[in-house]
């Protein structure tokens, strides 16, 4: 009689915890944000090692030291470049990267730019305070007009972006919008992020209770309501309609289409390239550098 095959793991959202504790304020949005992927994490019982969350700098940056997979903490808005690498040269690995707006729009906006436009094989999750929170309080790309903060005295003079708005722009093939006070909301978008193939863009708003104050978590938590049912998320001019809002908060799916990922593509020219070609070994390469050799 043959033994039976040894059972597979089974991961629990503990199993996903490192021994680090979380040093954000109490009562920060990012530690919603951390609570759900975790669960995430475990509905889609993620392999630890062959999972990678990478980070720029801020305080939501802080992140994949709190997850107990393979994680890198870069350089201020430079999470996407380093995932890019990851993605690409690793298929195999679950890629996801986690940030802050400022760390994500502004010095990183051109990365984000980018990734989305290629597809790239990566689930983004922005965490969303419309602030710079490490730095303590100075306005960001995302702050609302007319808005005080460190470096806004007299209010915010320039208009704000939409970074659901501009991931759709840029050519990311799925986009969603999450509030991080809504636990369950936010598991089911990080589930669905991570399950799409190709560049999948979440954009949580989690509250800054020491620079925005408890008003920003009061003012979301009023706005946020689910997108109405039967919206079409395989159409643009249909998401649109749900970026650039002032009084609701539109939460859930807005972008949902299928598209050739970064990976796909690349796949299919490694295949082009190799087709008809004669099989050179090493040695005949080497020889055709270095003739010398
Ligand atoms: C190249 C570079 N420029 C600036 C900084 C300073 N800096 C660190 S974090 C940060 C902004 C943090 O805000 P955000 O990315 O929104 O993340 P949060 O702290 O709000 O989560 C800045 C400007 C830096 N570390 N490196
Ligand atoms: S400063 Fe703001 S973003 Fe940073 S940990 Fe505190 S509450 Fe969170």
Redesign the pocket.
């Known amino acids: 009689m043959s033994a039976a095959p040894p059972a597979l793991p089974v991961f629990v959202p503990g199993d996903y915890k490192t021994d680090l504790k979380p040093v954000w304020c109490p009562g920060c949005g ?1 530690f919603g944000v951390l609570t759900a992927l975790y669960r995430a994490m475990a509905e889609l019982q993620l392999t630890p090692e062959l999972t990678a969350v990478v980070s ?6 802080r992140l994949p030291g709190y997850v107990e997979t393979y994680g890198f903490n870069t ?3 430079r999470a996407l470049p380093l995932a890019t690498g990851v993605a690409v040269s690793r298929p195999d690995v679950k890629v996801i990267a986690v ?6 729009l502004a ?1 990183g906006g051109n990365h984000f730019m980018h990734s989305a436009r290629r597809n790239l094989d990566v689930t983004y999750i922005l ?1 969303d ?1 419309e ?5 303590k309080g ?1 306005v ?1 790309p995302t702050t609302p007009t007319g808005d005080k903060t460190k470096t806004t005295h007299y209010g915010n003079p320039e208009p704000a972006v939409d970074p659901c708005e501009l991931a759709i722009s840029f050519g990311a093939t799925w986009v969603g919008r999450a509030f991080s006070g809504d636990l369950k909301g936010t598991v089911e978008l990080i589930v669905k992020a991570l399950r799409h193939r190709g560049f999948a863009f979440l954009n949580v708003m989690s509250p ?1 209770v020491t620079w925005r104050g408890d008003d920003q978590f009061k003012s979301l938590k009023a706005k946020a309501r689910p997108l109405p049912a039967g919206h079409d998320v395989t159409s643009r001019f249909e998401a649109f309609k749900f970026t650039r809002e002032t009084d609701v908060l539109s939460t859930g799916v807005l972008y949902d289409v299928k598209s050739p990922s970064l990976n796909d593509r690349l796949d299919t020219i490694k295949v082009t390239a190799r087709a008809g070609a004669p099989l050179v070994t090493v040695p005949e390469i080497v020889k055709t550098f270095l003739p010398s050799f």
């Open positions: 990012d720029g700098i801020g305080c939501s940056s350089v201020h808005g940030g802050g707006d400022g760390d994500g010095i965490m305070n602030i710079y929170g490490l730095t100075q960001a800054c």
